[in-house]
C-alpha cells in the first residue's frame, strides 16, 4: 500500500522524501536499516495504518537518496531524523527503527524528545573485523551489476520475501553503491570499536522496548543480559525463531508488540 509522498530538505540541502500511512492516532517514524528504504517498512504501514500515522524516509546512500554517499556517521543520520521531525511538525509518539535504523532510533530518540522508541534488533556494538564481512563483502557482487541485470539479481536474492518487500529492496538498492555501506563502517570507526552504543544506553530515560531475533541476532548475548539491566524504562523481549529482519518474518508479532508497548506507555 503505497503512502501519500511529500519533499523535503536535510540540513545540508539535499532534497529526501517522506511517505505517510494513516490520518489519525499516535504519531509512528520508522528509520530503516542496510540495504532497505522507506518502502520496507509499507507492510508495516498497511497493519498500523489504521490506527496509527505511520511516517518513513530514505536514509542516505538508500532508495531515492541512493547518490548521497556521505557523510555516513551516526550523528548525520540523527541529524537527517530530526530534519524528518521538523518536516512532519509534531512529536513523535514511537519512534521505530530497525538494525543500522535502530542505532539512529536509539541515539535520535532524547535528541527528538519522542515519547517512546522501539528498536528491532539494532546494531548496539560492531566488533572490530566484523563489519566487512557481515555487511559489505555479501553485497558486493550485486552492487556491480547494472540496470535490469542488477534488478534481477535483487529479485532473485530475495525470491523468498514477501512480494512487497522484494519491491522495497529494489527500490532500496537499485542505484546503490557500494560505498554508501562501506562508509557507514569507515566513518563510525567500527575497525577502531568505536561503534558500541552501551554507554549512551546506559540509564536510557525514554520509555524504551528492544525486540531481539532470536535466530542471526546483532546483538551478542552479553549485550543482550546488559540491555535487560538497564532499568525499568528499558523491556527487552526475544522473538524465538526471527531472524534479523523481524519485521518482515515476524510481522504480526512486531504489530503486536508495538501496539501493547503503545497502550502501555500511552495509558496516561
Known amino acids: 500500500m503505497k503512502g501519500k509522498e511529500r519533499p523535503f530538505l536535510l540540513e545540508d540541502g539535499v532534497k529526501n522524501t517522506i511517505e505517510q500511512w494513516g490520518s489519525s492516532g499516535p504519531l509512528l517514524l520508522c528509520v530503516h536499516g542496510m540495504t532497505s528504504s522507506r518502502r520496507g517498512w ?27 554517499t556521505g557523510p555516513m556517521t551516526l550523528e548525520q543520520s540523527v541529524r537527517d531524523l530530526e530534519a524528518a521531525v521538523r518536516t512532519i511538525g509534531e512529536p513523535v509518539d514511537i519512534l521505530l527503527g530497525h538494525s543500522w535504523g535502530g542505532s539512529v532510533a536509539l541515539l535520535g530518540g532524547p535528541r527528538i524528545s519522542a515519547r517512546s522508541v522501539v528498536a528491532l534488533d539494532p546494531v548496539i556494538r560492531v566488533v572490530p573485523g566484523t563489519f566487512g564481512p557481515d ?10 551489476l547494472e540496470g535490469e541485470t542488477r534488478k534481477d539479481g535483487i529479485l532473485a536474492m530475495y525470491a523468498d520475501l514477501d512480494p512487497l518487500d522484494r519491491e522495497a529492496k529494489v527500490h532500496a538498492l537499485s542505484k546503490m553503491s557500494i560505498r554508501a555501506i562501506e562508509g557507514i563502517g569507515e566513518e563510525n570507526g567500527v575497525e577502531a570499536g568505536k561503534w558500541d552504543l552501551r554507554e549512551r544506553l546506559s540509564g536510557y530515560e525514554i520509555p524504551l522496548l ?59
Not at 135 to 140: A, K, N, T
Not at 240 to 250: K, L, P, Q, T, Y
Open 135 to 144: 555487511y559489505v563483502e555479501d553485497l558486493r557482487e550485486l552492487l556491480a
Open 210 to 268: 528492544i525486540l531481539v531475533s532470536g535466530e542471526d541476532s546483532v546483538i551478542s548475548p552479553g549485550d543482550r543480559e546488559w540491555l535487560g539491566r538497564q532499568g525499568p524504562s528499558v523491556t527487552v523481549r526475544t522473538i524465538a525463531g526471527a531472524g534479523h529482519n523481524i519485521h518482515r518474518s515476524h510481522l504480526d508479532r512486531v504489530v503486536e508488540e508495538i501496539r501493547g508497548f503503545g497502550k502501555t506507555v500511552f495509558q496516561d
Open 42 to 68: 509499507e507492510r508495516l504501514a498497511g497493519r498500523l495504518s489504521p490506527t496509527h500515522r505511520v511516517f518513513a524516509y530514505d536514509q542516505r546512500g538508500h532508495g531515492d537518496l541512493a547518490g548521497v
